[in-house]
């Protein structure tokens, strides 16, 4: 329980902390993603990292159906939050067609796996009463 509380509380203070950022001096929050963005293999591998240890918590802790509605919510919240934006990225769904599966399939593979997982556990797995 105390993994999940602290991972509660950095994943509130770092939404926090981007917040403000961008309330208060968007220059600065742009420089720093910027300096991110020019690391690409440190920011998969960091990404993979955090997926590893999230993931622990949130398989061995939670059921696996309250988990798909919360990615459900979540998909929809970040929808929601880039609709403003696609205005300013048109190629963004012929870029994501053109990659294909070369440069996303760890997370293709993990989203077909929990969407199987959810599946199996809905119609093949023990009925709940």
Request: positive net charge.
């Amino acid at each position: 329980m105390l993994g999940k509380k602290i991972l509660a509380v950095i994943f509130a203070a770092v939404i926090l902390l981007k917040l403000a950022f961008l309330l208060i001096s968007p220059s600065l929050w742009q420089g720093a993603t910027q300096a991110f963005l020019g690391h690409y293999g440190a920011m998969i591998g960091i990404y993979l990292m955090l997926l590893i240890i999230t993931g622990y918590f949130v398989f061995t802790s939670l059921d696996l159906i309250d988990v798909a509605v919360v990615m459900l919510f979540t998909s929809l919240l970040l929808g929601l939050s880039l609709i403003p934006y696609l205005a300013l990225v048109p190629q963004l769904p012929e870029a994501i067609v053109s990659v294909g599966f070369a440069k996303v399939w760890p997370a293709w593979i993990l989203w077909a796996a929990i969407a199987v997982a959810v599946l199996y556990r809905i119609f093949a797995g023990k009925k709940e009463q």
